[in-house]
């Protein structure tokens, strides 16, 4: 299926013609019918919730069986029923929020999107992520449902990734900051600083080489594709360097005339979607009975921590490492007897109810 072209006035196609001297780019594109298709059989889906399940359940009851206790039934027995709704009504904000955030990206295209269609979208990468791989199986997904809406895959590559970067850039930038107020202990707080630090700085050089130097990109691309047979991993990083430049008309489509104020707008939605979102693990600890208002912003700054470590683990939702990094993490805040069941809780709000939702949008998009 073709989307179709954006209407861009002639001066701006002519100035982005690209130089006879340099490698063509690699046009972004939604995957075709029968790629999401094919993503989408049973056999795969069946293969990718296997993992998935197997890998959670794994750490799920690992973390219950040196957590639990007979103190664990009396805290069962105290539970706030008022704090765990808190937690879906923010569960229902944090994903009306996002939506809006996509949807006001959208409006610095030529084709606009709604809170809910823009909710859906997100919703399945949430699915995709659950069950591919370093979480990247989403947007081939996105970028087909956006397809079918009219929106150019430029466009909506564009707006997918101005929401990314508002994110995980207020993300990464505040995690080291908290790692250190944190205080927590020594070898721990190394190795994520370490880590952090290392993803920065990779990001910070691509984007540089993707604003500056494209030449050296397309270098690079065409160095990884002149293999006769690449192997997935060279498949994957020739897709990838395609993209760089691609994702750098995407950044500046966001500071022509009256984009900016967009994504000032979709700014202020990341830091209220953030709010929520890490909201709910506080909501979580209060309906477990085990919050204090002291501890409120620590709970904030360990969830922010933990996002800016997982996003790049390589098990298909971050499974394992995140039910792990939690309960290591909120042990400094979480009685032991209570802690399995928090974790539990986090997972289900955090991740697992996006998921599920996901993949019935996703079903429902390819069936259309």
Known sequence: MTAPQSADPPGEREARTPDPQLPPPIEARPASEEEVRERLRARNIRRGVRVFVIIGVVAAAAVIAFTVSGETREGLGRLKPHWLALTVLLWLVATGVDGARLAVLSRAGEHRIGIVRSAEI????????????????????QLYSMSKWGISPGKASAMLLARGILFYGMVFAAAPFIAVHLGVSSVLLKVLATYIAIIIAGGAVFV??????????????????????????????????????????????????????????????????????????????????????????????????????????????????AEAGAAALYAMLCPRYMLGVFVLLWRL?????GAFVGGAVALKHVAR
Not at 126 to 139: D, K, N, R, S
Request: aromatic share 14%; glycine share 12%.
């Open 208 to 321: 540089i080489l993707t604003l500056f130097f494209p030449q050296v990109v397309a270098c690079w691309r065409d160095r990884l594709a002149a293999k006769e047979k690449p192997g997935r991993v060279r498949r994957l990083l020739v897709r990838s360097l395609g993209e760089f430049g691609h994702f750098a008309d995407g950044l500046k489509l966001y500071f022509r005339g009256r984009n900016i104020w967009y994504l000032l707008v979709a700014a202020l939605l990341t830091v209220a979607y953030g709010l929520s979102y890490f909201g709910m693990t506080a909501a979580i600890l209060g309906g477990l009975g085990v919050l204090h208002s002291q501890d409120v912003l620590r709970v904030l700054g360990i969830n922010n921590l933990l996002v800016a470590v997982l996003l790049y683990i390589p098990t298909p939702g971050a499974g394992g490492v």
């Open 349 to 353: 709000f955090s991740f697992y109810i």
């Open 122 to 141: 997100i919703l399945v990468g949430y699915f995709m992520a659950a069950i591919t791989p370093f979480q990247v199986g989403g947007l081939p997904l």
